[in-house]
């Protein structure tokens, strides 16, 4: 696996070809650090700016792809592209509008589900059940380590009663609930170069399990891993999201004009994402 900004050279070429290309990326983990408390984080000022500059690039098309509910994910983002949110279940921008029908038929369980689990989980105060209406999150970030499996074993066992209705995926110390269909971030990849493309190249950014779908559906093509985490398909890995600001401004750069200013700058002037008190 290598190191992406070490490969500069060719995304540069890349950037400077006459194709379209597609850069899809995670929101939480990637474009800004991870928080206990979601609803904590805020893109720096500087992260917003660089994000708007390679959206206007003509040949570019930017995608954040997220586990967030599709309205969350789009005030942390005040930029105008495309926005899957909830894993892909909802899709907007760019022309595109989509819900995934047979998930918001499963809504009814989803909810059920929510109030079972909340209930289930008293006795671990460190958590918290998040419902994102088309999928929900059970997360266990403030919970003690020791505590995470006999945690676990609970919620499995709770969903586990819903049967073929709803399907859990572990996430970065989050337990995904979602309706029981065919359909992730690697659809959501595909539905987006269908219906915003045709793209020549594609390149997916992202920092845990939930991520590899997407890396899965792009494969021979640039896959990053943030964080470099084991047993990734992705080809190449940057550091944190940090690194993740450093690549896009870079790539605003290579997009720009020479006489607008370096959007590096911006990038090296503070830190990728600023947090509220946690």
């Known amino acids: 696996m ?32 991870i928080s206990e408390s979601p609803a904590e984080v805020k893109l720096a000022p500087a992260t917003v700016e660089i994000l708007r500059h390679v959206a206007i690039c003509p040949r ?20 105008d592209i495309i926005f899957a949110g909830n894993h892909g279940l909802e899709i907007a921008g760019g022309g595109l509008e989509f819900v995934h029908e047979g ?5 009814p369980s989803l909810e059920e589900a929510c109030l079972v689990l909340r209930e289930a989980i008293r006795e671990w ?3 918290w059940v998040e419902d994102k209406l088309l999928s929900a999150t ?33 996430g970065n110390r989050a337990l995904e609930i979602r309706p029981k269909v065919e359909w992730d971030k690697g659809t959501a990849l595909r539905y987006i170069q269908q219906g915003a493309g045709p793209f020549d190249a594609c390149i997916c950014l992202g920092d845990d399990r939930t991520d ?16 470099r985490p084991r047993g990734t398909v992705a080809n190449h890995y940057l550091s944190d ?4 600001t450093v690549l896009l401004s870079h790539i605003a750069d290579v997009c720009s004009s020479p006489a607008r200013s370096s959007w590096r700058e911006l990038a090296s002037s503070g830190q990728a994402a600023e947090i509220g008190p946690r």
Do not use: W
């Open 212 to 227: 590899e779908s997407m890396f899965r559906a792009n494969l021979e093509q640039l896959n990053i891993s943030v964080g």
């Open 125 to 127: 105060p460190g958590a």
């Open 241 to 244: 999201s940090a690194d993740v």
């Open 60 to 79: 570019v098309k930017l995608a954040v792809i997220s586990g967030r509910a599709l309205s969350d994910v789009r005030r942390k983002v005040p930029v």
């Open 138 to 170: 059970l997360h266990f970030r403030r919970v003690d380590p020791r505590h995470h499996s006999s945690l676990l074993f609970t919620a499995r066992r709770r969903i586990g009663a819903f049967g073929p209705k709803l399907a859990l995926r572990m």
């Open 2 to 33: 290598k190191y992406c900004l070490s490969i500069l050279p060719e995304i540069d070429a890349m950037l400077r070809s006459d194709g379209r290309i597609l850069i899809a990326t995670d929101f939480d983990g990637t474009l800004c650090p």
């Open 103 to 107: 998930a918001l038929q499963l809504r």
